[in-house]
């Protein structure tokens, strides 16, 4: 049988990216090959985009691209769930490309009322994981630092859960966005001390209840120390991937402060989130489309993570379309 052949992105280098003709993979035992209608774009892309010593170059064909959906186009001898023409999010590590492979149980089938919008299921299976590792609870106050899309999905998530937000942010195009996704307060993210001040005006002194961290810095993680109130909850949920980050833990330890590393690794914990999201999305408890600001198509991934290393004016979420 004559072999098929995909286009398929290469990350060459450092702000290196190539277009490549390969062969379409094909699905074993359990695994089921996703025609790809798109891929969003993560954050956790831009480090590799930049360059970091412990990055190894070119990556595979489509690698990077984890935020993929699409339709079934072929199912391997075991796999039973899925019929060529569902659709589907899933996870995989080589979305970047015109098709991509998926073990069976890793897979999530989209109603087909959302046919025709995008769906980066692990991302918004990320924003419902870390939001259930918030154990935020009606009346609450809940400080969210970093309105990127993760932390607009968590506003979004805490306001309709019965919380008071606060949003902070750097950016007034941001600020302005956690507004109409349920903020009862925005904030300008500098300069940090007068954050702190307000947040204790806001709050008699006590801080917040809960504080998502959702940016990846180092000044952002010690502002979420200082807006934390006694036996609050500290949630990390920003990238920090630029190497160590030190701790206040004399406050943390005062405090009785509970911190959470809201990061998954469990490819099955991964997939119970994409779940929920397809969930309150179908049901339109969760609106997420209003969030994708910027589109691109394969040939333009090297412009998509520029756009997310600049950020230009209202740029939120971008997406590769196929």
Request: glycine letters at 10%; hydrophobic letters at 45%.
């Amino acid at each position: 049988m004559a072999t098929s052949y995909m286009k398929a992105a290469v990350v060459q280098g450092p702000s290196r990216v190539s277009l490549a003709r390969v062969a379409v993979p094909q699905p074993e035992r359990d695994e089921v090959r996703v025609r790809i209608e798109g891929c969003g774009v993560c954050g956790s892309n831009l480090a590799p985009w930049e360059g970091r010593p412990w990055f190894k170059y070119p990556f595979a064909p489509g690698e990077l691209g984890h935020e993929g959906w699409g339709r079934v186009d072929a199912v391997g001898p075991q796999a039973n769930q899925y019929q060529p023409g569902d659709l589907v999010a899933f996870l995989s590590y080589h979305a970047y490309a015109e098709f991509d492979i998926a073990r069976e149980n890793a897979v999530v089938k989209i109603p087909e009322s959302l046919a025709g919008q995008p769906f980066p299921g692990e991302a918004l299976g990320c924003s419902m994981n870390v939001f259930r590792r918030c154990a935020i609870q009606s009346g609450q106050t809940v400080a969210v630092i970093g309105v990127g899309f993760l932390g607009a999905l968590l506003v979004a998530l805490s306001a309709r859960a019965g919380a008071k937000v606060l949003a902070i942010s750097r950016r007034p195009f941001a600020l302005s966005l956690a507004r109409t996704l349920g903020a009862s307060v925005v904030l300008p993210l500098d300069p940090s001390e007068a954050v702190v001040q307000e947040v204790k005006a806001l709050t008699g002194g006590a801080g917040c209840d809960c504080v998502i961290e959702a940016v990846g810095q180092q000044t952002t993680l010690d502002l979420a120390t200082e807006l934390t109130r006694e036996r609050g909850r500290l949630v990390i949920a920003g990238y920090h991937q630029d190497g160590p980050r030190q701790v206040n833990l004399q406050l943390w330890n005062w405090r009785g402060l509970d911190v959470i590393n809201a990061h998954e690794r469990d490819p099955e914990v991964y997939r119970q989130g994409i779940e929920a999201a397809v969930d309150v999305v179908a049901k339109g408890e969760l609106n997420p489309f209003p969030l994708y600001t910027h589109t691109f198509s394969l040939e333009q991934l090297d412009l998509a993570f520029e756009a997310m290393r600049q950020r230009p004016d209202s740029f939120l979420k971008a997406l590769v379309i196929l």
